[in-house]
């Protein structure tokens, strides 16, 4: 089994920055692509950023220059780093992981909040 632990949320004001972290443990033999999507209320679960285990990453076209999303593989670790927030972050954030170990599939978090007030 593999467990992914987020922490990191919480409220902060228009402009300022958060950082996310998400860890991974358990069963683990090696991590794929991590990544960060968001949902908020009355919306689909979205994107926010990825990152393979080489180091390429891809961002929602929202976020672009202002999130920066990186890994510390020997810790299993993704982090988000959240600047210039806006009204519009506000969602829970959930932190996903292709994992393998005795198959390859997908784990989710149990989600975070980022409330950005004005």
């Known amino acids: 089994q593999v467990q992914l632990v987020e922490s990191g949320g919480g409220l902060v004001q228009a402009g300022g920055s958060l950082r996310l972290s998400c860890a991974a443990s358990g069963s683990i033999f090696r991590i794929y692509a991590m990544g960060w999507y968001r949902q908020a209320p009355g919306t689909e679960r979205e994107l926010v950023a990825a990152i393979t285990s080489g180091g390429s990453t891809n961002y929602a076209d929202s976020v672009k220059g202002r999130f920066t999303i990186s890994r510390d593989n020997a810790k299993n670790t993704v982090y988000l780093q959240m600047n210039s927030l806006k009204r519009e972050d506000t969602a829970v954030y959930y932190c996903?992981?292709?994992?393998?170990?005795?198959?390859?599939?997908?784990?989710w978090g149990q989600g975070t909040q980022v409330t950005v007030s004005s």
């Open positions: 996903n992981a292709e994992v393998r170990n005795y198959s390859t599939r997908n784990y």
